[in-house]
T-cell receptor
Framework: GAVVSQHPSWVICKSGTSVKIECRSL??????MFWYRQFPKQSLMLMAT?????????EQGVEKDKFLINHASLTLSTLTVTSAHPEDSSFYIC??????????????FGPGTRLTVL | AQKVTQAQTEISVVEKEDVTLDCVYE???????LFWYKQPPSGELVFLIR??????QNEISGRYSWNFQKSTSSFNFTITASQVVDSAVYFC??????????FGTGTRLQVFP
């Protein structure tokens, strides 16, 4: 149980295009999903917290107009990188917190999406 | 402010050696959770353990063991008889009242045959 999927697993795009990444909780409901970014050989940095039915909360320094987050249902959150540039190339990982689970503060992570912007 | 420090950037060992990965944390929350994750080259995070702040019992799971010491704010991870498949980046993480996970910078473990 507690499986989180991400789609696509990797994407290559041209500079200036927008890219949408989906994060789904497959076998549980998640009121809260988190988006992280990881640059090569670095740690995971939280970008934003996404709550179902409300606006995402962005961490300091993360441009909300560039990284659009939508959490339309209890099983799906999307991250759209708008007008992507090479510096946005990174590994994007989502996680979901189980609404009804007993795992306090436990987040289940997706497999990640590797974005390369040419 | 919350912070997780993993002072060891990279560790190399030969198979069958024991290795300890250090983790020191800072938090003002009285209730918090500590985690260890493994990230193999594929990139997917693998959950290893969660420990809450009220449970200082050490834990052993196969070749893995964890030593939680509130007095020194440390949550160290030991792999006994390391294997090549243990090669990965290991992250220690902290979560408090806000539910946000704060990750350490990670320790890259290389186990050579």
């Amino acid at each position: 149980g507690a499986v989180v999927s991400q789609h696509p697993s990797w994407v290559i795009c041209k500079s200036g295009t927008s890219v949408k990444i989906e994060c789904r909780s497959l076998d549980f409901q998640a009121t809260t999903m988190f988006w992280y970014r990881q640059f090569p050989k670095q740690s995971l940095m939280l970008m934003a917290t996404s709550n179902e039915g409300s606006k995402a909360t962005y961490e300091q320094g993360v441009e909300k107009d560039k990284f659009l987050i939508n959490h339309a249902s209890l099983t799906l959150s999307t991250l759209t990188v708008t007008s992507a540039h090479p510096e946005d190339s990174s590994f994007y990982i989502c996680s979901a917190r189980d609404l009804g689970g007993v795992g306090m503060n436990e987040q289940f992570f997706g497999p990640g999406t590797r974005l390369t912007v040419l | 402010a919350q912070k997780v420090t993993q002072a060891q950037t990279e560790i190399s060992v030969v198979e069958k050696e024991d290795v300890t990965l250090d983790c020191v944390y800072e938090t003002r929350d009285t209730t918090y959770y500590l985690f260890w994750y493994k990230q193999p080259p594929s990139g997917e995070l693998v959950f290893l353990i969660r420990r809450n702040s009220f449970d200082e019992q050490n834990e052993i799971s196969g070749r893995y063991s964890w030593n939680f010491q509130k007095s020194t704010s440390s949550f160290n991870f030991t792999i006994t008889a390391s294997q090549v498949v243990d090669s990965a980046v290991y992250f220690c993480a902290l979560s408090g009242n806000t539910d946000k996970l704060i990750f350490g910078t990670g320790t890259r473990l290389q186990v050579f045959p």
